[in-house]
């Protein structure tokens, strides 16, 4: 049995459709990512997997159990960890885990002993009597994913996990889903923006853009099918050599802010016939380089719009350390 199956899932607010008729299946034990920029509708789709939102039509279950007709039934087999970080400043993390606890009416004795593994798991023992007020953002993030795993869901939903973090947090914190994941066997669906931490962490990405999903693989063959090099001039002729430019071993051009990304075969074959063809038109090459192809180039290749990759932006920080929407 599939752990998530979703079928043509589709939320509309008005006239304006967030999550466009959606479908994939994910299999236990999976790390599943939804990555798309700001806007795409990645919190719309999994605030409805996680029946915080109705569907407008479709249909999803989890763990066999329809989203809709057994909303109970899905909460208990869930954890969810949102954006906007929702732990209570006021009190210590064992507080917090125990409060959470409360909720789940795990029995004391049991809650107790799993609260002390969970945070031992996330390494935040040490710190188990400590306000989270004293937190940094790395740690707090890891107690709320402690939290959402303390009444043992079988499928976890990390809202952009690693949102407004530096890359060293970011990458430990990549290295503790990766256990979890390997030592619980659990199923974990996460959304991003960050090209890294999906192709990193994900054994498959969606990729999601104005509410459709465009393409979905491994991050290894979603990077393939784009070709197996990619060559990036600088031009003020950028629109016109991306218009204009074909041989047999070029797979696609895109023209990007004052930039044409060229997907080829071989770029070491093709690069002084490449660099013939163009200089041939009388265009200006301000700089070039070659690469393999990333998840951006993916992305850029599906759409036809390049996805800004923002670092740990001051925007990203400050959604981050913000109470939650509701
Ligand atoms: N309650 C709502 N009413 C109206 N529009 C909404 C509502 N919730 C979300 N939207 C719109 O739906 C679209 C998708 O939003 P969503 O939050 O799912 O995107 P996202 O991919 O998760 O991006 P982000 O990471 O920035 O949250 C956006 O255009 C958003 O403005």
């Known amino acids: 049995m599939a752990a998530v199956l979703v079928d043509g899932l589709t939320k509309r607010f008005g006239d304006f459709t967030a999550v466009d008729a959606i479908s994939f299946e994910i299999k236990e034990g999976e790390i599943f990512g939804l990555l798309g920029p700001n806007g795409a509708g990645k919190t719309t789709a999994i605030s409805m997997l996680s029946t915080l939102l109705e569907p407008t039509s479709g249909r999803a279950l989890l763990n066999g159990i329809d989203i809709q007709n057994d909303q109970d039934g899905v909460r208990k087999a869930i954890g969810i960890v949102f954006q906007d970080q929702s732990l209570d400043e006021e009190l210590t993390a064992w ?10 009416r795990i029995p004391k004795v049991i809650r107790e002993a799993r609260i002390g593994e969970m945070l031992r798991l996330v390494e935040l023992e040490d710190r188990q009597d400590s306000l989270v007020k004293t937190f940094s953002g790395g740690m707090r993030r890891r107690l709320e994913i402690a939290r959402g795993l303390l009444h043992e869901p079988s499928v976890l939903f990390l809202d952009e996990p690693t949102l407004g973090l530096d890359p060293q947090t970011r990458n430990h914190l990549w290295e503790y889903i ?21 192709d990193r962490l994900c054994n498959r990405v969606a990729i999601i853009d104005r509410g459709r999903i465009v393409a979905m693989d491994t991050p290894a063959n979603l990077k393939n099918r784009v070709g197996e090099d990619v060559v990036s001039i600088t031009s003020p002729d ?5 218009g204009g430019i074909t041989a047999p071993w070029i797979l696609g051009a ?4 004052g930039q044409v990304i060229i997907r080829l075969q071989s770029a070491e074959d093709h690069l002084l016939e490449l660099l013939r063809i163009i200089g041939g038109e009388g265009y200006t090459i301000r700089s070039i380089s070659i690469r393999k192809p990333t998840l951006e180039d993916a992305f850029l290749h599906y759409t036809g719009r390049e996805m800004r990759q923002e670092e740990a932006g001051a925007v990203d920080r400050m959604r981050m350390m913000m109470p939650r929407r509701n």
Request: glycine share 4%; no cysteine.
């Open 238 to 242: 950028a629109d016109r050599i991306a």
């Open 254 to 257: 895109e023209q990007y802010d």
């Open 95 to 104: 507080e917090n885990m125990d409060f959470h606890g409360r909720l789940y």
């Open 178 to 198: 990766r256990n979890l994941n390997r030592r619980k066997g659990i199923t974990i669906i996460l959304t991003t923006h960050y090209m890294d931490e999906a």
